[in-house]
């Protein structure tokens, strides 16, 4: 077996519309259903502009997801991280949408990065190389 890589990020949340609206606006990306054969999931999908489906978003379940709610701990997982381009883009949109971020320049390896929190208290790591 190998792997290629993460297919997807899946985010529960209490906010559907607000985190929608979020990684949307940061991202550049669009909204779909999720598709109608999966069955007693509600929320939605969000594609990059080669359609594929990188954030899941779905609504917070009790009964599916157990009973603490989401955005009150992500557990053992601190970040995700994704490679990104225009870090200068980036930052203007960050500061534009009035976000917290911290910046970090590694220019020992020549790796500069970006990090902002999403409405549910997930934590994202932009990861520009020589850009």
């Given at each position: 077996?190998?792997?290629?890589?993460?297919?997807?990020?899946?985010?529960?949340?209490q906010?559907?519309?607000?985190?929608?609206?979020?990684?949307s606006?940061?991202?550049?990306?669009?909204?779909?259903?999720?598709?109608s054969?999966i069955?007693?999931?509600?929320?939605?999908?969000?594609r990059?502009?080669?359609?594929?489906?990188?954030i899941?978003?779905?609504?917070?379940?009790?009964a599916?997801h157990?009973?603490?709610?989401p955005?009150?701990?992500?557990?053992?997982?601190?970040?995700?991280?994704?490679?990104?381009?225009?870090?200068?883009?980036?930052?203007?949109?960050?500061?534009?949408?009035?976000?917290d971020h911290?910046v970090?320049d590694?220019?020992?390896?020549?790796?500069?990065?970006?990090?902002?929190?999403d409405?549910?208290?997930?934590r994202?790591?932009f990861?520009?190389?020589?850009?």
């Amino acid at each position: 077996m190998t792997i290629a890589g993460i297919d997807h990020v899946n985010i529960v949340t209490q906010c559907l519309d607000e985190t929608v609206a979020f990684y949307s606006e940061l991202l550049g990306l669009t909204r779909e259903a999720i598709p109608s054969e999966i069955v007693g999931i509600r929320g939605a999908w969000l594609r990059d502009d080669t359609g594929a489906a990188i954030i899941h978003v779905n609504t917070y379940d009790p009964a599916r997801h157990g009973p603490q709610p989401p955005g009150t701990s992500t557990g053992p997982v601190d970040h995700v991280a994704l490679r990104a381009w225009d870090f200068d883009g980036m930052l203007a949109k960050v500061a534009a949408m009035g976000l917290d971020h911290k910046v970090n320049d590694f220019t020992g390896i020549r790796l500069r990065q970006i990090f902002v929190t999403d409405p549910n208290h997930v934590r994202l790591e932009f990861n520009f190389y020589a850009d």
